[in-house]
């Protein structure tokens, strides 16, 4: 097997270099690469893993030119630069990690808040500058002010607990926060013009998304209280930076501090014109620590997907441990199957798809299955689809993915069940894992078989009538064609029947339309898997 190729193009610990060789992986670590688009756009068609930091632009350009790469890897939170969309169209799983820098970044947003209540970077410069302007600079205890966060995931929980320690009321503005979470981190859940309203202290702690650009507009700041202060460490384009200097210059915001901006680098800022407004470059994980911790965790994540299929902390799709893999792997090949099946059956356009796991697939995490269904499925008519990009073409195509579990089977421990549902009908087809391991057939349009796919099959349904084997086999003998395995069900006696033939080579077209046209036959498919 292939070694797998890993591009890094920013700067990565030594130590994070050396997981991905000590894992068997070739490496190669290129930090220039990240401020040379051209050149990376020439290399990277080479490499089945990209490790970046945020000086690399991972453009649709680059997406497009990167015909191996599976994984994309940021070493730290935000992805802006990386195209989450295109890379998930073209299948390529985007990694991040959320955790690794979280207390550095809280605590830089807590220094930032301490600094802004004190003016310790304008005292100091006083200082610095030979003055002695002890009055001059009257702060704010934190002492039973109110912090308002907004955003209470990883970063926003451990400032609001250590805001708790420092004896500050925390309120909350976050959707997914639920009110047991807030019980167990001891904030109040409010709504956002609640926070506005009653917020000594603002710190921001979200994602920059369509939902939270500019979520302080000048709207947003003219319902805060005028001795409010701000404070930004998570992403730029949260604050409609003109609205904040106009509030500013009018008196109704008591200061800023700012890690991030709209537009970065940002080395002149009207912002930058305010002594009430404290300014650092980025800075939010910034410390050896974090900037380690977060290098060997995307190394070790990327490895773990290269090498054992696992998907941890993925922007664009569920995560499969590594503990988990090798028992969801033979799932995630029975769902790829079936899908495969369905899709080369299908002719019309597909409303919508119901996936159906039983016993065992049940206590499974059945995301990831559900995305291999749908790539087999969407596969015949787009080539190119995988598991990654399977959800968001059948999204884009409109068709409706529902996901039931059942209890153990009378039959079967486990099994997995596909229906595809059309404006004129209703598919289904099932499989199981055998003791062996491997994917079998149990189902096809509700007909109880017992089959395994092969790489040439020719799908028939029929009428179960005297004659039809007989005649199948002997114009597949006329033709030369080895038959390696030959299943039919049936619905009644005389009825609707299914017959699934495994061959030893593909039949040609002549063939093919010879079976369509014997007797009692309504159908014949050549498949191939």
């Known amino acids: ?41 020439e290399v990277i068609g080479a490499y089945d893993g990209l490790a970046v930091r945020s000086a690399t632009k991972v453009t649709s350009k680059v997406i497009a030119a990167a015909d191996r790469l599976k994984v994309i890897g940021r070493a730290g939170i ?49 200082t610095h500058a030979g ?31 250590r805001a708790i320690g420092l004896k500050m009321r925390v309120i909350a503005y976050d959707p997914f926060l639920t009110e047991e979470r ?23 702690h979200v994602p920059l998304t369509d939902k939270t650009r500019n979520i302080l507009s000048a709207e947003a700041l003219a319902k805060t209280k005028s001795s409010v202060r701000i404070i930004n460490c998570a992403r730029g384009g949260l604050i409609d930076e003109g609205a904040l200097a106009s509030a500013l210059r009018a008196g109704h915001i008591a200061g800023a501090a700012l890690d991030v901006f709209e537009h970065e680098p940002a080395t002149d800022h009207p912002l930058f014109l305010f002594d009430n ?49 090798p028992r969801l ?39 990831p299955l559900t995305a291999a269904a749908l790539g087999g499925l969407l596969r015949p008519s787009m080539p190119d689809v995988n598991m990654v990009s399977a959800a968001h073409n059948a999204a884009q195509r409109g068709i409706a993915v529902e996901e039931m579990t059942c209890s153990q089977h009378d039959v079967y421990e486990s099994f997995v069940k596909l229906t595809v549902k059309t404006d004129s009908y209703e ?12 994917p079998r057939f149990i189902q096809v349009r509700d007909i109880d078989m017992d089959f395994a796919l092969s790489e040439h099959m020719l799908f028939v349904r029929n009428q179960d009538k005297p004659g039809f084997i007989g005649n199948f086999g002997t114009l597949m003998g006329e033709n030369g064609v080895n038959i390696a395995t030959f299943n039919l069900g049936r619905e009644t006696p005389g009825g609707e029947a299914v017959t699934v033939v495994a061959l030893d080579d593909a039949v040609s077209d ?7 046209q014997l007797k009692h036959v309504v159908r014949a498919r050549r498949l191939r898997f």
């Open 427 to 438: 598919r289904s087809v099932a499989g199981t894992i055998s003791v062996d391991g491997r």
């Open 182 to 204: 807030a019980v167990a981190l001891g904030v109040e859940k409010v709504e956002l013009d609640a926070l506005l309203a009653r917020a000594d202290f603002i710190s921001l």
């Open 1 to 41: 097997m292939t070694t797998a190729k890993v591009l890094i193009t920013d700067k990565l610990s030594e130590t994070a270099v050396q997981i991905f060789k000590d894992r068997g992986l070739d490496v190669t670590f290129d930090p220039s690469l990240g401020k040379d688009p051209e050149r990376l756009l």
């Open 78 to 126: 935000g992805v802006d630069n990386i195209d989450v969309k295109a890379a998930t169209a073209k299948g390529i799983i985007v990694m991040n990690t959320p955790s690794g820098n979280s207390v550095t970044t809280a605590e830089h947003a807590l220094s930032m808040m301490m600094a802004l209540a004190r003016q310790i970077p304008q005292a100091n410069a006083s």
């Open 277 to 325: 407004v404290i300014c650092t470059p980025h800075l939010g994980a910034s410390t050896g620590e974090a900037q380690e911790k977060v290098a060997l965790q995307i190394a070790e994540q990327m490895s773990d997907h290269l090498l054992k299929g696992a998907i941890t902390n993925a922007i664009n799709f569920p995560s499969i441990t590594p503990e988990e893999a």
């Open 131 to 161: 003055k002695w302007e002890k009055s001059k600079f009257l702060g704010v205890e934190l002492f039973n002010k109110t912090l308002g966060v907004i955003g209470c995931g990883n970063i926003g929980a451990i400032v609001a607990d």
């Open 329 to 367: 792997m033979p799932y995630v090949t029975l769902a790829e199957q079936l899908g495969s099946f369905a899709g080369q059956l299908t002719d019309v356009a597909i409303k919508g798809v119901r996936l159906e796991y039983c016993g065992e697939a049940a206590g499974l995490n059945v995301k």
């Open 510 to 516: 002549e063939v093919l339309k010879q079976v369509s």
